[in-house]
């Protein structure tokens, strides 16, 4: 079924005249110019150095990368464009040798067949990876099973996570390494979740801009089941406003409607069916559900959005998104919930959804782990500023971490081998939670952790132990490497 209200008008199919390119596969834009080839080249070329490659970028071989460039200038310069043959080049070696070292570098567990990492470098990666462009040019390439595993949530419920084997991620990567350029050309800038160079400090920056200009009042909407509740063939039709390669289409049904294998606490293994969603954990997921949510973000900024006749803004990161707006009035709220719950089938939590007005010292709007609200300034008290600084909610769960990475079940571990766990834990905890204010939160984490590991060093022996003379326990710490936040 298709969306019409997406419509994207007349949208040229590359059809209407593409020659492809023997040497770099079908590019899906053929039968152009040599003028229009050669304004693409120098643009592909000369974008890419405006700008500082990312790691991710910088490890793609020098052909994907060229391929990567075209499309993404292609998809800049006609928006209505739609890219029809894209499957020779997610199957051509370059592409697949670029996804194995990809998904090698993110590791992982073994899907439903259980061959490991080590299982195909001992067999040998080039034979493996030729065997498996082999099933793909040949198209009998079939995926496997997702392996469903769950993870605790902050709540105290579970996270349904799909596993698949390591031959789907090395091809569903591939996929995402040639339609991502495509896509990324389309995407709202309100968009930040799981994209190129974009991530949630940007989101929480762009939230304290709009504070800063008054939209004070702000809808916090939360998605029940997001990635569990995508409907398939809506999916398709979004996915087929840009790209309508027949066979990579068919790749993604493989996909989205693989069978989960999951196994109970009683070891029993069972296999389930879904007519819906995107298994949470697949390497093309993120993806796939930022282009059914793209279309939530178009016409949220379209003429008959809020973010024209309210001057409402929006910023989302996946399915985490805000609303904020001088007043959220019921107008607001209903275009929001008819647009996602009868035109794009989805469900929003009422229990955890809310509208929020931060006018007052004791507001908060808590977001990506961060709090946002008004606070005094320390110097003259009588004036406020935007305050962004770790939650309660996340403080508390990282301080039930350092409890738990320092329980007495540890009490025999080496010093220096427990306090390099702490370190590497830490510095990935205040990488994220550098933004804004931090400072407090920071205090109370590196007082915690040295009382922490005081009280197990007090306890490794029946003999009480003892800090050296004329050293704190902060300076004792220091000298043995404990990093301080």
Known sequence: MGLPELGVGGAHSSKEG????????????????????????????????????????????????????KLSTKAKQQKRWRFYSLYDLISHPETLRAAWQQVRANAGAPGVDGISFAQ????????????????????????????????????????????????????????????????????????????????AHQALEKIREHLRAGKCEIYDADLEGYFDSILHEKLIACI??????????????????????????????RIRRSANGTPQGGVISPLLANIYLHWFDRIFHSKQGPGQWAGAALVRYADDFVVLARHIGTRIETFISQKLETWLGLKINRQKTRVIKLR????????????????????????????????????????????AMTAARFGLVPVATLIGRL???????????????????????NDYI????????RRRSQRRWKLPANLSAYRYFQQLGLLYL
């Not at 109970?264 to 293994?269: N, T």
Request: hydrophobic share 35%.
């Open 450 to 457: 040295r009382r922490r590991l005081y009280r197990l060093l």
């Open 120 to 199: 195909i470098e001992a067999q040998g990666v080039e034979q493996w990876l030729e065997a498996l462009g082999q099933e793909l040019r040949n198209k009998t390439y079939r995926c496997q099973w997702v392996r469903r595993v769950y993870i605790p949530k902050a709540n105290g419920k579970l996270r349904p996570l799909g596993i698949p084997t390591l031959r789907d991620r090395v091809v569903q990567c591939a996929t995402l390494l040639i339609l991502e350029p495509i896509f990324e050309a389309d995407f709202e800038e309100c968009s930040y979740g799981f994209r190129p160079q974009r991530n």
């Open 18 to 69: 593409l020659e492809t390119i023997p040497s770099q596969g079908a590019l899906a834009c053929s039968k152009l110019t040599q003028k229009e080839t050669a304004l693409m080249d120098e643009q592909s070329k000369t974008e890419q150095p405006a700008r500082e490659l990312t790691v991710r970028e910088a490890m793609l071989p020098e052909k994907v990368r060229l391929w990567r460039a």
């Open 423 to 445: 370190n590497r834990h830490l510095k990935g905890w205040a990488n994220y939670y550098r933004l804004g204010h931090p400072r407090a939160a920071f205090r109370k984490v």
């Open 360 to 403: 007052t010292k004791g507001d908060r709007l808590e977001f990506l782990g961060y709090q946002i609200g008004l606070a005094a300034d320390l110097r003259t008290r009588t004036h406020c500023y935007w305050r962004v600084e770790p939650s309660a909610k996340a403080l508390g769960r990282e301080l039930d971490t350092l409890r």
């Open 240 to 269: 087929r406003m840009r790209m309508v390669d027949g066979s990579v289409l068919r790749l993604i049904r493989q996909w989205l409607k693989a069978p989960v294998q999951e196994e109970d606490e009683q070891g029993k293994k």
